[in-house]
């Protein structure tokens, strides 16, 4: 069974600092992708990445897929507490196939 | 883009009832539909697999007798909750893969059940 380990499951921070969620597996997957969850809802692709060594920026956010596609991380800089929600790395696999998600990371932003 | 429309969106029903989920793609054809439960504050678990036209596959630990998953057509999938109990309450997420465009997968609004 491929397993993506997210970390932290949760964190709690004040607006204007900075923060790192990590994503690891022992599996290489095709792409892996970043969602975004509010309460209520279904989650939101944030962004996809393919290549071994991208690195992808959505204005504060910054992610980067490790070169051997096992591991991502997502950066934001200046946290705002618009940021808070619960964010969710999923490995992608070839074929039709589900999606393999993290435990995924709460994150608070506190004014 | 592509997009699932998921209904309802919130349902309480007693225990014992059925409840009906549906979701359709509205402007991609939808071979591939998953189903998630989702517990609060913690992840989305893949329930099954559908295809349209055949039988839906199921995760180890799920009931195929209880969340009936019906594919009939390319836009529409619905999941059954049957003889609902207050433990089946949760968070139901339903997800297309859209092959041969860069979507990849899009996800239902979801359901919050509440088994009263």
């Known amino acids: 069974t491929q397993l993506l380990e997210q970390s932290p499951q949760f964190l709690s921070i004040q607006e204007g600092e900075n923060l790192t969620v990590y994503c690891n597996s022992s599996?290489?997957?095709?792409?892996l992708q970043w969602y975004r969850q509010e309460p209520g809802e279904g989650p939101v692709l944030l962004v996809t990445?393919?290549?071994?060594?991208e690195v992808k920026k959505l204005k504060r956010l910054t992610f980067q897929f490790g070169d051997a596609r096992k591991d991502s991380s997502l950066h934001i800089t200046a946290a705002q507490p618009g940021d808070t929600g619960l964010y969710l790395c999923?490995?992608?696999?070839?074929?039709?196939?589900?999606?393999?998600f993290g435990k995924g990371t709460r994150l608070s932003v506190i004014a | 883009g592509a997009v699932v429309s998921q209904h309802p969106s919130r349902v309480i029903c007693k225990s014992g009832t059925s409840v009906k989920i549906e979701c359709r793609s509205l402007?991609?054809?939808?071979?591939?539909m998953f189903w998630y439960r989702q517990f609060p504050k913690q992840s989305l678990m893949l329930m099954a697999t559908?295809?349209?036209?055949?039988?839906?596959?199921?995760e180890q630990g799920v009931e195929k007798d209880k969340f009936l998953i019906n594919h009939a057509s390319l836009t529409l999938s619905t999941l059954t909750v049957t003889s609902a109990h207050p433990e089946d309450s949760s968070f139901y997420i339903c997800?297309?893969?859209?092959?041969?465009?860069?979507?990849?997968?899009?996800f239902g609004s979801g359901t919050r059940l509440t088994v009263v």
């Open positions: 997800s297309a893969s859209v092959s041969g465009t860069n979507y990849g997968y899009t």
């Open positions: 599996s290489v997957f095709s792409s």
């Open positions: 990445v393919v290549t071994g060594g």
């Open positions: 999923a490995g992608v696999r070839p074929g039709n196939t589900p999606l393999v």
């Open positions: 402007d991609f054809q939808a071979t591939t």
């Open positions: 559908s295809n349209e036209g055949s039988k839906a596959t199921y």
